[in-house]
């Protein structure tokens, strides 16, 4: 993989400086110029101008634009930063930190957090809680009686919430993830270690080539 130039960089919608960026984040500068070279594979997927819309997000995690699931709508909303309805090469690689191997384990909870709060009220509640387990079930392609789904969702409150209010806090979520590290199993990605070396696990092959970009 060829590294990108900084003149390169300048030409992209969105743009940030590198440096800047590796300051701010646990990549080197290097990791950051051969992430330009996956957020542009992915931006130029499909609308092609230098940005991630959703339905390239989703074509990246599924291969598929059209497949509806809200995990995949949580994330690409935390992604956007800005709250513009697409991603820029900054908020690309802030958000990717998040899943970085080094990245500290309170940041990762945090974020698992916002995740689950489906509303932004500063708790999770049961309902947000059992549509984001039935979300990440659909991901994964398994299949729970409504049953066994209600079971999940009562352990993980019996547990979780300490305080017996029918809400999951912050503090509540942290001392519960703390106990439970397998609910931060997908918050990191260990390709992201050695980003010049490989992609991560979840980035699939665009369809538009390197001619095109």
């Known amino acids: ?6 003149k390169q960089l300048k030409r992209t919608l969105g743009y940030e400086d590198p440096n800047i960026l590796a300051k701010e984040t646990t990549f080197t500068v290097n990791e950051v110029e051969a992430l330009y070279v996956l957020y542009r594979k992915i931006s130029h997927s499909i609308i092609k101008d230098g940005l991630i ?16 699931n809200l995990f995949a709508d949580r994330i690409f909303d935390l992604f956007d930063l800005k709250r513009n309805g697409v991603i820029d090469f900054g908020e690309f690689v802030r958000s990717l ?11 990762k909870i945090t974020f698992a957090f916002r995740l689950y709060d489906l509303r932004g009220t500063g708790y999770i509640e049961r309902e947000e809680l059992k549509e984001m387990v039935l979300a990440l079930l659909n991901e994964s392609d398994l299949l729970l009686s409504d049953e066994a789904v209600e079971q999940i969702v009562d352990q993980t409150f019996k547990q979780a919430d300490v305080n017996n209010d029918g809400k999951i806090d912050h503090d509540e979520w942290k001392a519960f993830a703390s106990k439970n590290p397998a609910l931060l199993k997908n918050m990191t990605l260990p ?16 369809g538009a080539s390197d001619d095109e970009l």
């Open 1 to 6: 993989m060829g590294c990108v130039s900084s």
């Open 53 to 68: 819309h959703k339905e390239e997000f989703q074509l990246a995690l599924f291969r598929n634009m059209n497949k509806k």
């Open 97 to 107: 930190n998040i899943f970085h191997p080094d990245t500290p384990t309170a940041e």
């Open 191 to 206: 390709y992201l270690k050695d980003i010049t070396m490989a992609f991560p696990s979840f980035v699939l092959v665009s």
